[in-house]
């Protein structure tokens, strides 16, 4: 990479500040940008930095005061992104099949496909354009895989799984692996309950590694358009998740949970079954959820609470030793009192 910070502005359709003939060698933070390097402030917060920065130039706010050349955007996050996804493309394999690969004869394939050594693709399955199967995945029978899907290395994805468009997996998940449905006996021992519904999966959907996402027992478990699925997720069966949600590592859906659109939880929550979570919440990372939550509702701890709540809990166990030694002292007094009325 090496382009000058006008030509940098003008992809970015922004204002260069200083010298815009300065060659540009590579993107970097604050802290590891070396001469060459532009750099970047997202938030101000990060400003006091740049001082000791080695990068020739700066990304940053129209107002925000720096001390060298610089691309002047209203928004540096979403203009960063746009230069990473121009200089650092993804590096995917080219179109072809694998002669190691192992495809039933019933598999239909799209245009510009790429299937990597080892794959296997079981009966009746339709690939789109220019899906990428990197080595080792699995994909059972009957399933669909739209157009521009990249499932990397030792993906498993069961039979009769939806995959919409641009959805990319990353190693080690598993799409439709049986829901956990057993029901008790009289002697202790369980009986398995067929799980025989299906997975959909919507159009955008990224899903991290090792996520696991169970397949209905009947009718759908559905990830709708948009959403964004961290590494170590799990999503019971039966439970759908609106579009453009977004779950952060560790999450844990029990069966049949119902989110809305635009939700957002942090790492480890935990969900009961049977909960509807609504529209817009943000859920903070540990909370356990066993009851609805209202749309556009903050909540935090286990069991949750509202932000609000949350924080006057906290204050109030904060006191909770000075509370102590206050009722000490005055259980004391009481008693000093009641047995001076006996002696009289």
């Known amino acids: 990479m090496h382009v000058t910070l006008g030509e940098l502005a003008t992809l970015l359709g922004a204002e260069v500040e200083g010298d815009e003939h300065l060659i540009i060698s590579g993107i970097a933070p604050l802290e590891r940008a070396q001469r060459g390097d532009l750099t970047f402030l997202t938030h101000r917060k990060?400003?006091?930095?740049?001082?000791?920065?080695?990068?020739s130039a700066v990304l940053a706010a129209p107002q925000q005061p720096v001390d060298r050349p610089a691309i002047r955007v209203s928004n540096p996050s979403l203009a960063l992104i746009t230069l990473l996804e121009r200089f650092y493309p993804p590096q995917h394999p080219a179109a072809g099949i694998d002669m190691r690969a192992v495809l039933h004869a019933e598999v239909d394939i799209g245009e510009a496909v790429s299937i990597g050594p080892y794959a296997v693709i079981g009966r009746g399955t339709?690939?789109?354009n220019r899906v990428i199967v990197y080595p080792g995945t699995y994909i059972g029978e009957e399933c669909v895989i739209g157009d521009d899907c990249v499932l990397y290395a030792n993906v498993s994805i069961y039979a009769r799984v939806h995959l919409g468009r641009q959805v990319i997996v990353h190693s080690g998940a598993v799409i439709g692996a049986d829901g956990f449905g057993f029901y008790p006996l009289a002697d202790g021992s369980y009986r398995k309950i067929p799980q025989v519904g299906r997975v959909v999966i919507g159009d955008a959907v990224e899903i991290g590694a090792n996520t696991c996402i169970d397949r209905a027992m009947l009718g759908e478990t559905v990830i709708e358009s948009g959403v964004k699925l961290d590494n170590l997720v799990q999503i019971g069966h039966n439970t759908r998740v609106g579009a453009h949600s977004v779950l952060a590592s560790q999450v844990g859906l029990s069966g049949s949970v119902r989110?809305?659109?635009?939700?957002?939880?942090?790492?480890?929550v935990g969900v009961s079954d049977h909960v509807t979570i609504g529209e817009g919440a943000s859920i903070v990372g540990q909370s356990g959820i066993a009851q609805d939550i209202e749309p556009e509702t903050t909540v935090w701890g286990s069991p949750a609470v509202t932000h609000t709540a949350f924080k006057r809990i906290h204050i109030y166990s904060q006191r909770l030793g000075a509370l102590f030694q206050d009722v000490k002292q005055l259980r004391r007094r009481l008693e000093r009192l009641e047995g001076r009325e006996t002696r009289s």
Do not use: C, E
């Open 46 to 55: 990060y400003a006091p930095q740049l001082a000791t920065s080695q990068a």
């Open 259 to 268: 989110v809305g659109p635009r939700v957002r939880m942090g790492g480890q």
């Open 126 to 128: 339709r690939l789109g």
